[in-house]
């Protein structure tokens, strides 16, 4: 089976966060070709264009919370949306495509390839 580098440029001015995810989650991993195994890398890249114009439901923007953990005792650590996207504003985007991705050895390299302007 021969693989080739394939590109998807995806607009995400007016979409929502989850659902945008969602569909780059399934587009890196292959399951929108016809030539998709689970095992193998489907050598796709994904180009996501006018992250500032997603549109986030509610009062997410202000209450929206993102958590980890240090592994120390009392490490957990918790960012609020809004300061996330000062400092990166695809940040919230690749940690949710991270989150949607199985968690095996391809999901690393899969994030490599999904590229946020």
């Known amino acids: 089976m021969e693989n080739k580098l394939k590109t998807y440029n995806i607009d995400a001015s007016g979409k929502s966060l989850g659902r ?49 953990h240090s592994g120390w005792p009392g490490g957990l650590k918790t960012v609020k949306y809004s300061d996330l996207i000062k400092k990166d504003k695809g940040r919230a985007l690749k940690l949710a495509v991270l989150r949607m991705l199985n968690k095996n050895r391809l999901r690393a390299k899969l994030m ?6």
């Open 112 to 117: 490599k390839r999904l590229i946020v302007n």
């Open 20 to 68: 945008l995810a969602s569909d780059i989650a399934v587009t890196l991993r292959g399951k929108k070709e016809v030539s998709y195994v689970p095992y193998m890398d489907p050598m796709i890249t994904v180009i996501v264009t006018n992250i500032n114009k997603v549109v986030l439901t509610g009062k997410k923007f202000t209450e929206k919370l993102y958590r980890h």
